[in-house]
């Protein structure tokens, strides 16, 4: 027999997730993990750039719901991407968090991105330019009404030994180092600001593209400024104390040191 066509006879599809749970046990965290899409992400300069970050987003779900739409957390993101969207800052990050717990009219939500971020910076002596990258985290969370904010990032970096260059008769061990600064602030902190403290507190900061010139500068300045791995923390950290914006922070220094086969590492942790 020939079943009458039209949309008055499309046999409806099962919510399953949006059926109720008899074991009522609310869910802290639940969601999508280790997506990675494209990203337009703006700093202080208000330039978008393209990165691809990989993306953690998560709702609450209370105790009497199944589950939740887990495709909406993809919409979400490919949200972003639609014309006349404005590229994602630190400063309309929670904007995100809160399009994220209304879309799934969820109690909270969490949304984590961690995306590789460029800067393009200029050699100290010849002026060539170049893009030198950093990892960068954002992780906005609203639970019980609250919300809260974090912004990593992590630069590379030169550090000389102070005590090499001293017991040495002449030239001194040096290596590559990270310094990772975590902060939540009362008003906006950009990544270029975090960077710029992490560089001014290291022996010499890193450049894409040196020149021989440029090779010398930094090597000489790098020589000047000697720093063990906790002066680093100490002075990231004296600069984030000194901040009225700064409400917590966590600032980590590794030193993949160059004589030995193990990292040096310090951190200091206030108001997290």
């Known amino acids: 027999m020939n079943r009458p066509e039209g949309p008055q006879f499309v ?17 802290d965290q639940v969601g999508i993990r280790g997506l990675r899409y494209p990203l337009a992400f703006a700093d202080i300069d208000g330039v978008a750039q393209s990165t691809i970050a990989s993306c953690n987003v998560y709702v609450a779900l209370p105790e009497e719901r199944k589950g939740t739409h887990m495709s909406r957390l993809v919409a979400l993101l ?7 969207q404005p590229p994602l800052t630190v400063a309309n990050f929670r904007a995100l ?6 879309l799934l009219d969820a109690p909270g939500g969490r949304i984590e991105l961690a995306f590789p971020f460029f ?23 609203l639970a019980g009404g609250a919300y809260r904010q974090t912004v990593t ?57 040196l020149k021989r010139a440029d090779e010398k500068y930094v090597t ?33 220094a590794e030193n993949f040191e160059s004589i030995h086969n193990h990292s040096a590492y310090a951190r200091i942790a206030r108001g997290f």
Do not use: M
């Open 97 to 102: 968090v809160d399009e994220l717990v209304v």
């Open 119 to 141: 800067v393009r910076k200029t050699a100290p002596v010849s002026g060539v330019a170049s893009l030198l990258d950093y990892e960068a985290r954002l992780v906005g969370e």
């Open 153 to 209: 990032v992590a630069t590379p970096v030169t550090s000389l030994c102070p005590c090499s260059k001293e017991i040495a008769e002449y030239g001194a061990h040096n290596q590559r180092s990270t310094i990772t600064i975590a902060v939540r602030s009362r008003e906006p902190l950009f990544l270029t600001e975090l960077i710029r403290i992490a560089e001014d507190e290291a022996s010499c900061e890193l450049y894409g593209i």
């Open 78 to 84: 490919e949200s972003r991407s639609e014309p006349g």
């Open 220 to 252: 000489e300045r790098a020589y000047e400024n000697p720093r063990f791995v906790e002066d680093l923390v100490r002075g990231v950290a004296g600069r984030l104390q000194a901040d009225p914006r700064v409400e917590g922070f966590v600032v980590e």
């Open 11 to 27: 046999c409806p599809i099962p919510d399953a997730q949006s059926g109720t749970d008899e074991r009522r046990i609310a869910i």
